[in-house]
């Protein structure tokens, strides 16, 4: 994905050298490795690992166990315990708010992954655009826009509010009304794929429309939580009733932000 989107949006660069050695495990015995089902395990146990934040503790030991195992498990051996033991609390998604956080991260690459459009001409995104249209993570909701300024909900800057959009749509949205930012991405896409494209973002173009932040925030997260779950399967716990008992966290893995990418 080159250094840039390395840097910047994925989980853990550290995960890194164990796919290493296990790619160079594979390549080394590909008769016997080398078959329709490596690809999906290795898949699963990386997601496991980094929604589970895996990799925010010592690197020797989680990549010599994993190694072992998800080479086993390639075998036909027992699951590694990354993917074994894996649960999920569903909160975690409507409390995080940093980008230095594995799965903040990890909702961005899992988006990307499964067809996540440009905001600025409806193709799907890859490294090309990444980079001429300095795609970056930003609010959907913007954090000083009339009904944000209303409602003051300290929700708006966690990864349920925020996608993949380059810097001159960001520019052109920011502090807007969704319902006005839309008709402007309308004007410019037209209709048909300016809803394509925020639905491949796992966002519901009437409540934008319509500016129903409530009613957006409910929804975005449980698809945000399907997205996990169809990555790593394991047992999820249900999302907290009252929205207003959760406790909003900066929970990161790496350094503090930089005052620029907080106002993002």
Known sequence: MGVKVNNRILPYTTMIVPLTAIFADIKKREKDRYHGGSWPKIKQWYWCSVFSQRYSGPLETNSATDFEQVINWIDGGSTPDAVRTFAFRSDILQEITSIHN??????????????????????????????????????????????????????????????????????????KNPSEYTQILIKELGAEKCYETLRSHAINPDYLRNDQWNEFFIERREKLRLLIESACGGVFQPFSDSLEDLQIMDQEDDQEETPQEQSR
């Open 102 to 175: 594995a799965i903040y991260k990890g909702i961005l690459c899992l988006l990307a992954r499964d067809g996540a459009m440009d905001f600025a001409g409806g193709a799907k995104l890859d490294i090309h655009l990444y980079r001429d249209n300095n795609i970056d993570h930003h609010h959907i909701f913007p954090t000083k826009s009339p009904i944000q300024l209303r409602l003051n909900d300290k929700k708006v800057d966690t990864i349920v509010n925020k996608t993949l959009i380059g810097a001159r749509v960001d520019r052109s949205i920011k502090n």
